[in-house]
């Protein structure tokens, strides 16, 4: 025996009142097989419940992933650790976990082109995500346009109270391009305004000795990296490009290794 039709027009309006679609969606279907299986009261309340709740965390984490603008999916699992011996397993492992986005500590990634700091960047970006934590990605060059912009109209201020919102801000390639003063100096105020507040994730090719030459001027290089590296891990990753060396393996391997070594 279904619901009557007043019961189904209720249950609907309830949903819509609970901005609860998937309840909606669901409750009927889930009754036939609480009924088919003997389920109790509150086994078919918390199976209605416990999908309209996970289709609720799916969506949130699709919408952070899409508005943290990633430039491309990469996850921290096609993330090769075996081709980066110089990254300690056992910090890739406790940064995967987010709880350093809790405490509104940072992570450097430092080292030379093609070692995997923007996949890594990415990839923890993806895992705060799925945490719960709204993300942000933009290069260096573009954190910095977005301040400039907000500078000329007077919204500085603003704009950085606004991105405290965002729990997670990833500074991808600090370095590939030189800063004048007054872009090194909104930098600096974005460094401090997140400072203790909210994580910060920066990626750049040059090592901090060579920051001064970025934003033009040593003392603010080392104000800016003083406050970036208080509470933070700061991970060296070295070796060759891996698409260089992915591309020399393969020319190195035998045509169509055939079948392999089982
Ligand atoms: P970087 O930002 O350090 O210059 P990228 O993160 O852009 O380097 O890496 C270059 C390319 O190589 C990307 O396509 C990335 O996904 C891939 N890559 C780098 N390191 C690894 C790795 N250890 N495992 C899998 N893919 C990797
Ligand atoms: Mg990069």
Redesign the pocket.
């Known amino acids: 025996m279904g619901a009557t039709t007043d019961t189904a027009a209720t249950l609907g309006y309830l949903a819509r009142a609970l901005k609860a679609p998937t309840i909606g969606r669901v409750w009927e279907q889930l009754a036939v097989t609480a009924r088919d299986e003997g389920w109790s009261h509150e086994d078919y309340l918390a199976a209605v419940l416990q999908r309209q709740v996970a289709d609720r965390e799916a969506n949130g984490t699709s919408l952070r992933i899409a508005g943290a603008h990633f430039p491309a999916v990469?996850t921290l699992e096609?993330?090769?650790?075996d081709?980066?011996p110089s990254l300690r397993r056992d910090v890739l492992a406790h940064l995967a976990t987010t709880t350093w986005i809790a405490k509104a500590e940072n992570v450097i990634l430092l080292?030379p082109?093609?070692?995997?700091?923007?996949?890594?960047g990415i990839g923890l970006g993806i895992k705060a995500c799925h945490a719960g934590y709204p993300t942000a990605f933009d290069t260096a060059t573009g954190w910095a346009s977005r301040l400039q912009t907000a500078h000329q109209s007077g919204r500085l201020e603003h704009e950085l109270k606004r991105l405290r919102r965002y729990r997670l801000l990833i500074i991808d390639e600090v370095g590939y391009l030189p800063f004048d003063a007054d872009t090194a100096n909104l930098f600096f105020q974005l460094i401090a305004a997140r400072y203790e507040q909210g994580s910060i994730l920066v990626?750049s090719n040059m090592p901090f000795g060579r920051w001064g030459e970025i934003f033009a001027d040593d003392i603010v290089a080392s104000a800016m990296i003083d406050r970036l590296v208080h509470h933070a891990e700061v991970l060296t990753?070295a070796g060759d490009?891996?698409?260089t060396r992915a591309r020399r393996e393969l020319l190195k391997t035998p045509t169509a290794a055939s079948g392999g070594d089982r």
Do not use: E
């Not at 096609?78 to 650790?81: G, Y």
């Open positions: 990469k096609d993330f090769n650790v081709h980066q080292g082109p093609g070692v995997g700091k923007t996949h890594l990626t990753l490009s891996y698409r």
